[in-house]
């Protein structure tokens, strides 16, 4: 069973290529994932065999603070982060497309936001190279202001993944030792040139999680959009926002007593 479905009950509607899904809290969810979450936390950071390798040369305390190292310590930081997480979770589950590159494992500082997509999806469907663009939000309370800032985002480079950001993907995959990775690495890095995909294969999601729920602009927004793509719009309604991803990154830096 997935994050999500033991996390959250959803309402998925859909009209065309257009689709709206909220999220609440089961009763229960939160503790059903607590670990799970705090070990996904990790996972984007580091790579857990790396993590458990550090555990076994130097202990639990000394591995948590190099975990710890790399995860922001601030409310906004975190805020941002988490946000990013649960968005690549959600599409890995609940779309099918692979977020192939765990990007905050290459922040150039705890606390600095990354430039670019905030997630890129990637896979194939009938042999054709599908990508989703994503921008993730998460405030304590959600407003107009940000979800059109988001939309306007996802409007940038005529609707296509920004080039860098793509290329930053495309030489990730490029570097593994996996062929698979290999070749969708080279798709992407051809993209990046030859801009040859249609609209219809590049869908995009604004992603958001807030202490207030979904906001009436969240649906107002989805109706706007065009219909030469898939768009989604996503609300995770979690009440005790900060508190939750506070007591979170506590959870995901503790690993444990020596």
């Known amino acids: ?48 065999e790396r993590i458990a390798d550090d555990v076994g040369r130097l202990g639990y305390k000394v591995a948590a603070k190099i975990l710890s190292e790399a995860m922001p310590n601030t409310p906004k930081g975190r805020s941002g982060d988490l946000g990013e997480i649960l968005a690549t979770e959600l599409v890995e589950e609940e779309i099918g497309l692979r977020v192939p590159v765990r990007r905050l494992r290459y922040k150039d500082g705890r606390n600095m936001a990354m ?3 905030d997630f890129i999806g990637a896979g194939y469907q009938d042999n054709k190279l599908w990508l989703l663009k994503g921008e993730a939000k998460s405030n304590q309370k959600l407003g107009k202001t940000t979800v059109t800032a988001a ?9 296509r993944c920004t080039p860098d950001s793509l290329l930053f993907v495309a030489n990730r995959l490029l570097e593994s ?11 992407l890095r051809d993209e990046v040139g030859l801009k040859s995909m249609p609209a219809d294969c590049i869908d995009h999601m604004l992603f958001t999680v807030s202490g207030n729920g979904p906001h009436a602009s969240l649906k107002e927004n989805l109706e706007a959009a065009g219909v030469n793509r898939d768009h989604y719009v996503v609300n995770i309604h ?21």
């Open 177 to 187: 030792n996996d062929a698979g990775n290999n070749a969708l690495g080279r798709d």
């Open 238 to 258: 979690v009440e005790d926002h900060q508190d939750f991803i506070a007591a979170m990154y506590l959870e995901a830096e503790d690993l444990g007593d020596d």
């Open 151 to 159: 939309r306007k985002v996802l409007d940038r480079d005529n609707g």
């Open 1 to 48: 069973m997935g994050l999500y479905e033991k996390w959250c009950e959803s309402i998925k509607e859909n009209d065309g290529r257009k689709y709206y899904w909220t999220y609440v809290e089961k009763d229960g969810g939160r503790d059903d994932i607590r670990e799970d979450l705090a070990e996904t936390i990790r996972s984007h950071y580091d790579r857990l």
């Open 115 to 117: 430039r670019g997509d």
